[in-house]
């Protein structure tokens, strides 16, 4: 077996079968012998060619991780489709890793740093992002049905028996509110769910990477061995103690993080049902304080809440909760909140249910909108608004403060505290400013200026955070490449993090709006309808459809660039001269790659920066209008009150249809290959990540592939002399999202075996995209670690790139390793008696390419030199 090399292929995001990874040779017209399975299942599993022998010098195996997230066509595929509606929490998560300045070793992390105060303000805003739709669905039950449903025609069109609601001792004070509460608490049970399944997914681990395999030391010489059996090999020498960590993906708990989720879940869940059952309680208690027995268990159940929501702000900043411990219990805090959470429930079910003798059913009784709305609307009582009374309110502010985290999140990561000061005088500041407003600072005049007004300054101000100075590192010890520097200049948390809550806000609003029209939905009345949703939806429509208008913009900008791009590239091509008719038509093809890959690597994060920084603005007019006494109908007159309803019907539309279609295209990403490659970069790039600020986040498939591939890369080095499977070094070929998956394992992997290592890299994004958006793991003082893991006195760095000019998501990685560009195509016309033109392969084909086979050859040579004879007790 002497000299003997495996090349362990890893594919990228397209779930690429086992047999293209290999690049098994098929026949025309005959069909190519299966890969074989060597080791793992088939989920994820190792493979190699059909015709491998144990004798050949190198062996291509190939790891098959894409069915973690592209399933394999079966009818889990469907459930998998549905954690697409999970993408604003998985945005949200990936938003903590995105933070310039984390420590490498994670228990450094100081709360007053930079990185600290970000993390905070990022799991803040995830409590939030989960409050949103609990919020939307208590609209719905408490709300639109509980509240405004109160005859038989509106409770019928509503799938179940809720016609109950309409008899006359359920009408009577705020029962049906508390039946309304099952909706949302439905949610939550079901976020449950999904939370322990997709931790039951995470969980089939191949060992704990923190606990290296036990081997068992030899035994006393036996004079009596049988002939030919070799006597034991001696043990390896103990490792080395590791020095300080310098990326964290060195963290050996970095993909370990069970304790943490489950911690995590419970605050989340908890604080979830507290802004459930906040809205009908605080409803109750504002129209008419309790009295008698009411009283006695309202005011401590409200104290049960607060004191849950105040654990949760303090404890997501706390080192328990946020540093991965492994399988750890949940705690004597997490079962603390899970019984306050459990109390503050019960009792708000006694004050909903409880009659009160001081006549607060009768208070409750004027304000709710009567029977028989949906078919006379001149009925008393039958206003404009019917809404839960001050429901509109708390979507308002709610949405408010998640911009203002939001600034905050931004203004932080960029420049620190100095940057997070601004926004925090602004919240403090709007604060006193809606308390001065609504009468509630007695010892001040009435304010002249109502809290919509005073809002936009506010936020401006807030705003000026985000134009501090930017916070540098000072450990960077190379000048940075062209198109290296920090995405969005350093505000990436806030534009990863505000996509998700966009995209959560629609998700929400279109709810709302699709269970309105189903209970408006053959009304008799031509006047107003039977129930109305909340003031802040119904402007959502007019905000997402001029979202849709001002992304279309930056579309057209990215095409005119790409255009530009192109006449560049094919210019330069037909400078060469000598050109056929034939060659200049291919020049056009090659050019559009060339302009493609410039375009993504160039232009990309730009104008999603131009477009996060318009939806930005756009969200703060949003935020003013939602809190102004002003109705969309309020702007339709005239012709630019026309356009301005076509907008809002059209975005109306548009978000009651955003969650299904949302959904049919996570479908088609598990099922199509063509949408896969094209879609599925974002969904793979998001839940690589574990979910350390989002426990609801979809499962990372990292969590998985990264110990599996570091076991098997460390146990086939680890193998005997004479064990037949024994390799004596492996050249570790990752492709695209692969590049990523290999990287997080040489860092893990112990320094005694990396020095059998080589690392291929190819179509590879380390310094472009996740060099510039996750400057903690790939950034320029970062990304040099991975260098020197692969780096000997005698050897050299043992990391070759490839990359080519065609590829969107290939280019040089400039990080000390050994770049080579890979001619794409070969040549504009055919040659050596071949009659097809050579293939363009921009993104693929890389192992087929000339200058990969003579790399590959030159490598395993080193490789084969590097181990020493005898080689007894190496390893």
Not at 867 to 874: D, E, K, L, N
Request: hydrophobic share 45%; glycine share 10%.
């Amino acid at each position: 077996m002497s000299g003997r090399i495996l090349e362990l292929r890893v594919h990228g995001v397209s779930n690429t079968p086992p047999a293209e990874t290999l690049g098994v040779p098929t026949e025309p017209g005959t069909e190519p012998a299966p890969p074989r399975l060597v080791a793992g299942g088939p989920v994820t599993g190792f493979y190699r060619s059909p015709g491998t022998s144990t004798g050949d010098p190198i062996v291509v195996e190939a790891y098959s991780w894409g069915q973690l997230t592209s399933g394999a066509r079966t009818a889990r595929d469907v459930e998998r489709a549905l954690w697409t509606l999970l993408l604003p929490f998985t945005l949200a998560n990936v938003a903590l890793h995105a933070r310039p300045g984390i420590p490498a070793d994670p228990t450094s992390e100081r709360f007053a740093s930079r990185s600290g105060i970000t993390a905070w303000l990022i799991r803040l805003f995830c409590l939030t992002l989960t409050a949103t739709p609990v919020l939307a669905l208590t609209g719905v039950g408490v709300d639109l049905i509980g509240w405004q449903c109160v005859d038989d025609s509106c409770l019928g069109r509503i799938p179940g028996p809720w016609q109950f609601l309409a008899d006359p001792w359920w009408q009577r004070g705020s029962r049906a509110l508390a039946v309304g509460l099952l909706v949302p608490l439905a949610l939550i049970v079901v976020l449950g769910l999904v939370a322990w399944r997709t931790y039951q997914y995470e969980a089939v681990m191949p060992a704990d990477p923190t606990d290296p395999p036990v081997r068992q030391p030899p035994g006393p010489a036996d004079a009596n061995l049988p002939d030919g059996q070799p006597e034991q090999e001696p043990p390896s020498p103990p490792e080395p103690p590791r020095g300080p960590l310098a990326n964290p993906l060195e963290d050996p708990t970095f993909w370990w993080g069970e304790g943490q989720l489950r911690r995590a879940a419970v605050l989340h869940l908890c604080t979830g049902t507290v802004a459930a059952v906040a809205v009908p309680l605080g409803t109750t208690l504002a129209l008419h304080p309790p009295h008698g027995a009411r009283a006695v268990i309202a005011w401590p159940t409200v104290a049960l809440l607060v004191a849950v929501v105040v654990i949760t702000v303090v404890a997501i900043g706390r080192p328990f909760l946020t540093r991965r411990d492994g399988a750890t219990p949940l705690g004597p805090w997490s079962v603390t909140v899970i019984v306050l959470t459990g109390l503050g429930l019960v009792g708000t079910v006694l004050v909903l249910m409880l009659p009160d003798s001081a006549g607060g059913a009768a208070q409750l009784a004027t304000l709710r909108p009567p029977a028989g709305c949906g078919d006379a609307s001149s009925l008393p009582g039958c206003q404009e608004d019917r809404s839960l009374p001050g429901f509109d309110r708390v979507l308002a502010w709610l949405g408010t403060g998640q911009l203002l985290l939001l600034i905050a999140i931004g203004a932080t990561a960029r420049s620190g505290r100095r940057g997070g000061a601004t926004p925090a005088a602004a919240t403090v500041l709007i604060t006193v400013g809606a308390a001065w407003c609504q009468g509630w600072l007695p010892f001040l005049p009435p304010a002249p200026l109502a809290v919509w007004q005073v809002v936009p300054a506010l936020l401006l101000l807030a705003a000026a955070g985000l134009l501090m100075p930017r916070t540098r590192p000072s450990d960077v010890t190379q000048p940075l490449g062209p198109y290296t520097d920090l995405a969005w200049r350093g505000r990436g948390p806030a534009v990863i993090a505000g996509f998700g809550w966009l995209l959560c806000l629609a998700y929400s609003t279109g709810l709302l709006y699709w269970v309105s029209d189903l209970l408006n939905r053959d009304a008799t009345d031509s006047g107003r309808p039977p129930v109305v949703p909340p003031v802040p939806v119904t402007w959502s429509g007019l905000v997402f459809g001029m979202a849709l208008l001002l992304l279309a913009l930056v579309a057209i900008r990215a095409v005119v660039l790409f255009r530009r791009l192109r006449r560049q590239e094919y210019d330069e091509l037909r400078a060469e001269g000598g050109l056929s008719a034939h060659d200049l038509r291919r020049a056009r093809d090659v050019s559009t790659h060339k302009a493609l890959h410039r375009l993504v690597g160039e232009h990309a994060l730009r104008l999603i920066g131009w477009y996060a920084g318009t939806a930005g603005t756009l969200a703060a007019l949003g935020c003013m209008v939602v809190l102004s006494p002003a109705r969309p109908h309020d702007l339709t007159s005239g012709t630019t009150g026309t356009v301005i309803g076509v907008v809002a019907d059209v975005g109306d539309r548009l978000l009651g249809w955003l969650p299904l279609a949302i959904a049919a295209v996570g479908l088609l990403v598990y099922r199509n290959d063509t949408v896969r490659r094209s879609v599925g970069v974002v969904w793979d790039v998001g839940t690589f990540w574990p979910r350390a600020a989002h426990p609801l986040a979809p499962p990372s498939y990292a969590e998985r592939a990264v110990p599996e591939l570091l076991t098997r890369t460390a146990g086939l080095l680890a193998l005997t002399e004479h064990d037949p499977r024994r390799v004596d070094g492996i050249i570790l070929s990752g492709h695209s999202q692969g590049t990523v998956i290999c990287t997080a394992v040489i860092l893990q992997i112990p320094q005694r075996w990396r020095q059998r290592i080589w690392f291929f890299s190819y179509g590879c994004q380390l310094t472009r995209l996740y060099g510039r958006i996750f400057p903690a793991y790939f950034g320029p003082d970062r990304l040099p670690v991975l260098t020197r893991a692969l780096t000997r006195p005698s050897a050299g760095t043992r990391w070759t790139n490839f990359w080519r000019d065609t590829d969107p998501l290939g280019w040089p990685v400039t990080a000390g390793e050994r770049d080579i560009a890979v001619t794409d195509p070969e040549a504009l016309h055919p040659s050596d008696g071949e009659v097809a033109d050579p293939p363009i392969r921009s993104h693929s084909g890389y192992p087929e390419a000339a200058e990969f086979q003579r790399e590959r050859s030159r490598v395993a040579w080193m490789l084969r030199r590097a181990v020493p004879s005898p080689r007894r007790g190496v390893g």
